[in-house]
């Protein structure tokens, strides 16, 4: 059954459902016409019984004398059943009705009426007695020859009506599997196509039931898809460029010590080689800076996994103290408030340290830098990281976030221009925000906004 398609499987379920149906409405319909049938039937022998009991037919002399056409039936047997005695036929009858035990009870009086079927030389007849005063019974049979043809087409015209109908109930179920499944075939080529060709392109969305809200979720993903694989490809483009200078200065670098190690050539002067030494270890440094924090990121891109309840105030001091290690004479002014959030505490400390470290490359000799924890309702703060540099120009102020950006000012300065860039995706991943404006000291403002709440002690 694996084998068979989606579409077959609901053409099969819809003729076998229909079937089903079919099978119950056509025997539920014969049994209702069979049952009205004889119940009419029945009924009219009783009232025709009834009147001939009260009638000359109920005397057995009179009974004798009077040909069956009275009743207005020639295939009608009439008699008159004795409780002591045998059965008295109408004149011109061919032989009496069928007679056994129900009828025999009506003329003792246990009953005061009975019906039955019975056959006799192989023809039904429908019998039905009445009593006809003390130890008698009226008793009329009527053939069932035509009723039982009728009963008979019936049974054979509900068959083919109902075959016929499981036909086109199939025909109908496979027609709407296969207009209910086109959005579902779609699917299947978009996603046989991103496969082979990697194509993200949405598929049109048709309607607005389940299939129709499917696509557009599936349209999400791949535009979800699209986004990353975009961010990727920048991210390898900018990592590319900003890898290719100092590997280009490294390696010049390292041509020129070994040439003037080769015999024959012409010495180099000790300063100018410790000079080149000095220029070789700072490019191995800013390398393994742009390396850590390309790994840093790319590990901030996937999602968080660890969630853990933190106090972002331990957070701030223990990023403090790594600040202070290696900011030289910048002072820190710490303004710190406990508060308790659910989050990735390496990643948090991280940003918290980029962006003490921003403040204090920027911060003049001798500079303070304000660190202040400041809440902003019942369920968000904002850490602020202000310094008391040159500011950030108006215009770079919506880039200074964005990877391996870098004002025209700070070009000559180390840094692989990825530290902002790894705030904000911390701040995103534990649903935040980072923005950046001017000091009042003068210099940058730069602020995280965190959700989470305070503990009152």
């Given at each position: 059954m694996n084998q068979v398609s989606l579409r077959t499987r609901v053409g099969v379920l819809a003729a076998l459902v229909a079937a089903l149906v079919v099978v119950l409405v056509s025997v539920a319909a014969f049994v209702t016409v069979r049952v009205n049938i004889m119940q009419t039937l029945d009924s009219n022998l009783l009232q025709r019984a009834s009147a001939a009991a009260q009638s000359e037919l109920a005397d057995p002399q009179q009974l004798a004398t009077i040909?069956?056409?009275?009743?207005?039936?020639?295939?009608?047997?009439?008699?008159?059943?004795?409780?002591?005695?045998?059965?008295?036929?109408?004149?011109?009858?061919?032989?009496?009705?069928?007679?056994?035990?129900?009828?025999?009870?009506?003329?003792?009086?246990?009953?005061?009426?009975?019906?039955?079927?019975?056959?006799?030389?192989?023809?039904?007849?429908?019998?039905?007695?009445?009593?006809?005063?003390?130890g008698q019974a009226l008793v009329i049979a009527q053939r069932l020859d035509a009723t039982q043809q009728v009963l008979t087409k019936l049974g054979f015209a509900l068959p083919i009506v109902g075959g016929v109908g499981v036909v086109i109930a199939a025909i109908a179920g496979a027609a709407i599997a296969r207009a209910g499944l086109r959005p579902v075939d779609r699917l299947t080529a978009a996603t046989e196509r991103v496969a082979a060709t990697g194509d993200l392109r949405p598929i049109p969305v048709e309607g607005s039931d389940e299939l129709a809200r499917l696509t557009a979720s599936f349209n999400e993903m791949l535009g979800a898809l699209a986004a990353s694989q975009?961010?990727?490809?920048?991210?390898?483009?900018?990592?590319?460029?900003?890898?290719?200078?100092?590997?280009?200065?490294?390696?010049?670098?390292?041509?020129?010590?070994?040439?003037?190690?080769?015999?024959?050539?012409?010495?180099?002067?000790?300063?100018?080689?410790?000079?080149?030494?000095d220029d070789v270890q700072a490019q191995v440094a800013e390398l393994s800076t742009l390396v850590g924090d390309l790994v840093e990121l790319a590990r901030e891109d996937a999602p968080m996994v660890v969630h853990e309840p933190l106090e972002l105030a331990e957070v701030v001091s223990r990023a403090l103290e790594r600040a202070r290690r290696r900011a030289g004479d910048v002072e820190f002014d710490p303004v710190l408030v406990p508060w308790t959030l659910a989050g990735d505490a390496t990643a948090l400390e991280?940003?918290?340290?980029?962006?003490?470290?921003?403040?204090?490359?920027?911060?003049?000799?001798?500079?303070?830098?304000?660190?202040?924890?400041?809440?902003?309702?019942?369920?968000s703060m904002v850490l602020e990281v202000a310094d008391a540099g040159p500011g950030i120009a108006e215009e770079d102020l919506p880039l200074v976030f964005e990877r391996f950006y870098r004002a025209a000012t700070s070009r000559t300065m180390p840094g692989s221009g990825l530290g902002l860039a790894i705030v904000r995706q911390v701040a995103v991943r534990h649903g935040g925000a980072v923005w950046a404006g001017r000091a009042p000291e003068g210099g940058a403002l730069l602020a995280m906004r965190l959700p989470g709440h305070r503990l009152f002690t």
């Open positions: 040909p069956t056409e009275v009743l207005g039936a020639g295939d009608i047997r009439l008699a008159l059943l004795l409780a002591n005695g045998p059965a008295i036929s109408a004149e011109g009858a061919a032989s009496a009705p069928p007679l056994g035990e129900d009828e025999l009870e009506v003329a003792k009086g246990d009953v005061h009426s009975s019906a039955r079927t019975a056959t006799e030389d192989g023809v039904p007849y429908r019998v039905v007695a009445v009593q006809a005063g003390p975009e961010q990727q490809r920048r991210l390898v483009a900018d990592a590319g460029h900003e890898l290719r200078t100092p590997l280009t200065s490294m390696r010049t670098n390292l041509e020129l010590l070994a040439a003037a190690s080769r015999p024959g050539a012409p010495n180099l002067p000790a300063a100018e080689r410790a000079e080149i030494l991280r940003a918290v340290l980029n962006l003490l470290d921003n403040a204090a490359k920027w911060s003049p000799p001798g500079g303070r830098v304000r660190v202040q924890m400041r809440p902003v309702d019942e369920w």
